[in-house]
């Protein structure tokens, strides 16, 4: 049913495509993740979490929407939006930082999704630049709910986990208000390339 165009990114068991709808030409992004590495890394039961996050809560106009998703005999599939803006990473890697009213905008859209996700007793457990995409009007689409759960377990990816999830407690809307205070901080004093800088430091400096 689609047409695949180029690769849009690779991560480790998993890539995503950019493909095209051959019946309407609409393009959209493709999650493709290989069985194998699944069943070898002990992560099926993350995978299937994601696409049932994905279908329960991705109607939100800063969450990346869950359009189809099917499975062949060795990947599953997960057919979402496409956002031709790219990672908001990849514009941070270009800025350097951000300003203090673009932040402003980014934060009131991140908090929108978390706050519609917390509705659905959802918690995003990466927030993190390279999992905010940028649709075609500019607009944040919230992407990879890999590690989300419904509250539980340790959490994060690098200066974006702050101290208390890393460690294997509960975790509530708190502590992602950690996580927003960290963007904001990351975004627009240390830019892209002290981002991996340890998280008990950017934690401190807040």
Known sequence: DFDRIRVLGRGAHAKVVLVEDKRTKKRYAMKIIEKSQLVEKHHAQRAMSEREILSSSSAHPFICQLKWSFQTKTTLNLVLDYCPGGELFYLLSKKGTFDESSVCFYVAEISSALAHLHAHSIVFRDL???????????????????????????????????????????????????SILEFIYSTTTVGPEELNVSATVVAGTI
């Open 128 to 178: 993190k630049p390279e999992n905010l995409l940028i649709d075609g009007e500019g607009h944040i689409k919230m992407a990879d709910f890999g590690l989300s759960k419904q509250g539980v377990e340790l959490v994060g990816s690098g200066a974006f986990g702050i101290p208390p999830m890393m460690e294997p407690l509960d975790i509530g809307a708190t502590i992602v208000a950690g």
